[in-house]
Nanobody, 126 residues
Framework: VQLQASGGGSVQARGSLRLSCAAS????????IAWFRQAPGKEREGVSC????????YYADSVKGRFTISRDNTKNTFHLQMNSLKPEDTAVYYC????????????????????WGQGTQVTVSS
């Protein structure tokens, strides 16, 4: 599956952004979706993940209550709604997908993913 992330930008603290990830290609039979982020000098961090259809959505503690993942399977697209943004949310955000599911919060681990979007920059100023 090919993934195309979009929706990044610059925003002031406490603002909102909505990221989108569009999936395409001949083998878009993916079951697991996720968002990751990577700030300069830091490792890639799992932000949110879950099944493409229904099921539990998992969030990193740092974004719980502020970020929400949603799915639009009619358009093969999933989103990350980010509210109450903080300067520490500044990073390049990546979407990811995997053919098969993994148990629980394992989906927040970047090594389980086969396919990645190109990344979109999110900058939050204080």
């Amino acid at each position: 599956v090919q993934l195309q992330a979009s929706g990044g930008g610059s925003v002031q603290a406490r603002g909102s952004l909505r990221l989108s990830c569009a999936a395409s290609g001949p083998s878009f039979g993916y079951s697991l979706i996720a968002w990751f982020r990577q700030a300069p000098g830091k490792e890639r961090e799992g932000v949110s993940c879950g099944s493409r259809v229904g099921g539990t959505i998992y969030y990193a503690d740092s974004v719980k209550g502020r970020f929400t993942i949603s799915r639009d399977n009619t358009k093969n697209t999933f989103h990350l709604q980010m509210n109450s943004l903080k300067p520490e949310d500044t990073a390049v955000y990546y979407c990811a997908a995997r053919t098969n599911k993994v148990p629980g919060r394992t989906c927040l681990n970047s090594i389980v993913y086969n396919d990645w979007g190109q990344g979109t920059q999110v900058t939050v100023s204080s």
